[in-house]
């Protein structure tokens, strides 16, 4: 379905909330969020977007756009967004939601066949909404390596609503992590910005 835009309506907030719903309670842990990121989580994610100069910006697991929406509207307008998310139906919302992203419907373990069927070997902005820590160990290296095989290292933008539990995770696997804590959100947590993946 990549940029095949149906022109339908974006979805309502109470529709997207009981998309949400629906998909946790069936999915669990693969969703692993109840609900769309807040207003406020969402533009501390997009933090390291700059609107002053044209960047790739890279989203995964993007769900139906709660930081796209803020990413597209943060960036600079010769900016590129690529937004990956693996669930169809949150895909297609999405899509409708961000018309200036491209939503490629896919596995971000993928990530590096996705790049370069794309053209793509430089990332500004990594915007990281997979719930990363319940990945199994090998997800984790095809995301990691393929981040790592980039032409310059880019910012990585985690979302987390466990932020002490997982400090000591993130400080493992980049050398650079700054931590920006969010209240506003329905479960309070915050964005690691990390740069720099260890090998
Ligand atoms: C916690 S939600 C975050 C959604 C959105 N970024 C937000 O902040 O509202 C996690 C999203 O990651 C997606 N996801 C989980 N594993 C994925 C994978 N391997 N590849 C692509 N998307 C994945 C889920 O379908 C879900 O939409």
Known sequence: MPNAKVNAK????RQERLLYLRKWLRHGRRIASVAPSSRALS???CG??????????????AGTGAVTRVAAAAMHPDSRLVAIE???DFARALDNAVPRAEVVVGDACDLAAILQAR???HVDVVLNGLPTPSLTVEQRRRIADAIAGLADQPWVSQITVM??????????????VR??????NLRPGGVYHCRGVRP
């Open 119 to 121: 053209g793509i070997d």
């Open 163 to 176: 932020p002490w539990v997982y400090q000591g995770f993130y400080r493992c696997r980049f050398e650079e």
């Open 48 to 61: 390291r977007i700059d609107a002053r100069t044209p960047q790739t910006i890279l989203e995964l697991g």
């Open 43 to 45: 533009e501390a994610t």
């Open 179 to 184: 931590f920006q804590p969010v209240f506003r």
């Open 10 to 13: 974006p979805l309502t907030r």
């Open 86 to 88: 693996r669930d169809p």
